[in-house]
């Protein structure tokens, strides 16, 4: 176990935290095997594709293949066998009762125990409970390795959009492990992104992935709740925020009014801790609370939407942006998956547009919208009732403003991130309507 610049590492889950892990480590110098169950997803990149939509992603992807450090299977056999450090990196999607299910984990752990065919270090990386550590230490040591194999929680905070950047330049790297020899590897792996390194046990490590999610949301929330109130009293939540963000102990990232928070990571990690929390006798008021905001919010503005168009039914609204966030084709828990299906149950005709995820969408949308096509956003525009900003995609920030009056029904423009300036879409003769704020 060296991580001296040429350690052979599998990686378990070729999702957004797999491959861009996977990637990443192999442009450190090392060799990367990522393993997969799902054998269409190693096909695709085995061929040259790529599952997800990530920038900065193909090029890394095709550097480490080009390399020969960045390698594909099917097969864990490979992924494990020789490997000095093994990274579980497989989905942890909600289970009925809120908690964070752990089949996928169980199954890799189990996998990896019976492919060890030396020490090596099992590091998780997955969105995990408190206990999920011992967990895995347990199944390991059930499978009677006469091999060492400690396990370290090492979670994950790379945002989808700009996931290749936060691998290479993180904020901090947390090591959860009570192993000195597994911490020295793992040190002197990320040693080169040269991150504050933070040293705990492995529950801690966990709670510590939890928490930053809970917070973000609740930040989110927040701005939110304020804007409603901005919205009352005539004030402009983004400038009250950005005012209030000023302030080094509140700061200004992730502190914007808008649709809500969503993707695959903040809606299930705070239910997830919501379980956690209810199991030690935690009422956990303000992660209820986030929660019951995030969801009033699509509410708010599918009932605001309905208001200035005196009322959903029969009603065209043209919607940019179904991804949950710019930069990425990730529909999970998407807010603007869930105000246009707000949108549809009051009776409204939708057409969508998203530069990235449209074929995602349709998996969940099917024939109940209508998809413009990809390089004509503001075709969504034709005919509509109102226009709604859902993504803050680059592509759409300069509309041609008087072509969106001309070819709208009623010029109405819904900005539910906060994105446009409210005086140019006015000046163009179009009514602006954005989140705690307006012209
Ligand atoms: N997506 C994010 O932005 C992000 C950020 C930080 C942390 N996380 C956490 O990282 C974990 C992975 O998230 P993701 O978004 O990359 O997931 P994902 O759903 O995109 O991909 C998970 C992959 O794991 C594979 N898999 C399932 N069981 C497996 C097994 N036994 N062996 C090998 N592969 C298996 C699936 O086929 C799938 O391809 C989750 O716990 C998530 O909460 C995600």
Redesign the pocket.
């Known amino acids: 176990m060296t991580a001296a610049g040429h350690d052979r590492i599998g990686i ?7 491959i861009v892990t996977a990637a990443g480590i192999a442009e450190l110098g090392h060799t990367a095997i990522l ?4 054998a269409a ?1 190693i096909a695709l990149l085995a061929a040259g594709g790529l599952p997800i939509h990530e920038a900065g992603l193909p090029e890394l992807v095709a550097r480490g293949v080009s390399s020969g450090r960045l390698q594909f299977t099917s097969d864990p056999g490979r992924a494990v066998a020789g490997c000095s450090a093994v990274f579980i ?4 999607p909600i289970a009925d009762d809120g908690s964070a299910d752990l089949t ?1 984990v169980r ?2 752990a189990a ?1 990896i125990a019976k492919h060890l065919d030396g020490p090596a270090i099992i590091v998780n ?3 995990v409970p408190v206990d999920t550590g011992d967990l895995v230490a347990g199944i390991v040591r059930d499978a009677r390795l006469t091999r060492r194999a400690p396990v370290v929680s090492n979670p ?5 959009g700009s996931a290749v950047n936060d691998f290479f330049h993180p904020d901090r790297i947390v090591i959860g492990c009570d192993d000195a020899g597994a911490e020295a590897f793992l040190r002197v792996l990320y040693a080169p992104l040269g991150a504050p390194v933070i040293v705990t046990d492995m529950r801690t490590a966990e709670m510590i992935k939890y928490t930053a999610n809970a917070f973000l949301a609740m930040k989110v929330s927040f701005a939110n709740e304020i804007a409603a109130i901005c919205a009352g009293v005539g004030a402009d939540v983004t400038a009250v925020l950005a005012g209030a963000g000023a302030d080094a102990r509140i700061g200004p990232a992730h502190f914007g009014a808008g649709l809500g928070f969503g993707g ?2 903040l809606p299930k ?1 705070l239910r997830a801790l919501q379980q956690i929390a209810a199991a030690v006798s935690v009422q956990p008021a303000l992660l209820e609370a986030t929660l019951a905001v995030n969801r009033r919010q699509i509410e708010r503005i599918c009932a605001r939407i309905g208001a200035l168009t005196d009322g959903l039914p029969g009603r065209r609204i043209g919607v940019l942006g179904l991804a949950f966030k710019a930069g990425t084709d990730d529909v999970r828990d998407s807010p603007a998956i869930a105000l246009i299906e707000a949108l549809l149950a009051g009776g409204a005709q939708v057409a969508v547009h998203d530069p990235a995820a449209m074929e995602n969408a349709r998996s969940l949308l099917g024939a109940r919208v209508t998809y413009a096509l990809p390089d004509d956003a503001f075709d969504v525009a034709g005919d509509a009732d109102a226009l709604v900003l859902a993504t803050d995609w680059p592509g759409y920030a300069d509309p041609d403003l008087a072509r969106l009056r001309a070819a709208m029904r009623r010029p109405l423009l819904l900005d539910a991130r906060n994105f446009y300036d409210p005086q140019r879409v006015a000046r163009a003769g179009i009514r602006y309507e954005g989140i705690g704020r307006s012209a």
């Open positions: 378990f889950g070729a999702g957004y935290v797999g393993y997969d169950t799902d997803k990196a497989v989905g942890t996928n199954d890799a996998t990386k997955s969105t994950e905070f790379l945002r989808e695959s990571c990690d």
